[in-house]
């Protein structure tokens, strides 16, 4: 059995406020899940926005619902009952789909950014290139490379012997938590892991540098301002979401040691968790005008029911 205690939120002078934690994660779980099922909606709903870039942030926002629902349950449980305590199956599995999910939506978010480098430098290819099978396959891909990448090092962590305290200084079971309580000679998993992450943070920056550097040097060279500002405005909110989310991985896994800066990491581990699952749903629907008439749509057409 091993033990989650997180000073961020199980200091002992703050146990009086886990109903107040209770509530502020409870709400900001709901919100988020109820704001990417909201995204999912509207896409599969009407018919404007049955489109490959859609269809992409669909399925993102599917694994952002399950992304978080790896974390935030346990944690409420936590608030709820105060029992800290998870099983070594229970920690694996949650650090397993946990990093596998959050690899996905990488690769995903780099098949975006080519997905906007086609539709806007490539327009006449487009359709032919991002067809119905094409757009499967991809999604496909993005879930099978984040699964092979990540089961081989929480599975060669997983095999590692552990003999005490078990007591894990995180609010969740993540990779470096867990390599810290091992007694066992740990570097060339760590070393893996870091290549691995790496591997996945940089290429998808890498394809996100390539594809916008392209689009921007094709949005500069059209004729009308009013297509410029469309064409950009289509492409910011990748951009906002990717950096929301790079920014905060970064800092976490791109370190060889990775029981270094345990207590730095909870802090962006909560932003990883938290907060941006909850800001992209309004980053996608506030700052997207086919979204807001989808919306605006589908509400009227509610009240016409009525």
Known sequence: ILLLSNSLYFNTHLQHLGHIFFMVHLLAYLTSIMGNMLIITIIWADHRLQTPMYFFLSNFSFIECCFITTVIPKLLTIFLSGRQTISFAACFTQDFIFLFLGATVFFLLSVLSLDRYLAICKPLHYPTIMNP????????????????????????????????????????????????????????????????????????????????????????????????????????????????????????????????????????????????PLLNPLIYTLRNKQVHQALRDTLSRVKLQK
Request: aromatic fraction near 12%.
């Open 133 to 276: 099978r094409m757009c499967y396959l991809l999604v496909a891909s993005c879930l099978a490379l984040g699964f092979f990448f990540m089961v081989v090092p929480v599975g060669m962590l997983s095999q590692l012997t552990f003999c005490g305290p078990n007591v894990i200084p995180h609010f969740f079971c993540d990779f470096g938590p867990l390599t810290n309580l091992s007694c066992s000679d740990t570097r060339s998993i760590e070393i893996l892991f870091f290549n691995l992450a790496f591997f996945i943070l940089g290429s998808s920056l890498v394809i996100t540098i390539i594809a916008y550097s392209n689009i921007v040097l094709t949005i500069m060279r059209l004729p009308s301002a009013k297509e410029r500002q469309r064409a950009f405005s289509t492409c910011s909110s990748h951009l906002l979401v990717l950096s929301l989310m790079y920014v905060s991985c970064v800092f976490i896994y791109i370190k060889p040691n990775q029981a270094s800066r345990l207590d730095s990491n909870r802090e962006a581990a909560l932003v990883n968790t938290v907060v941006t």
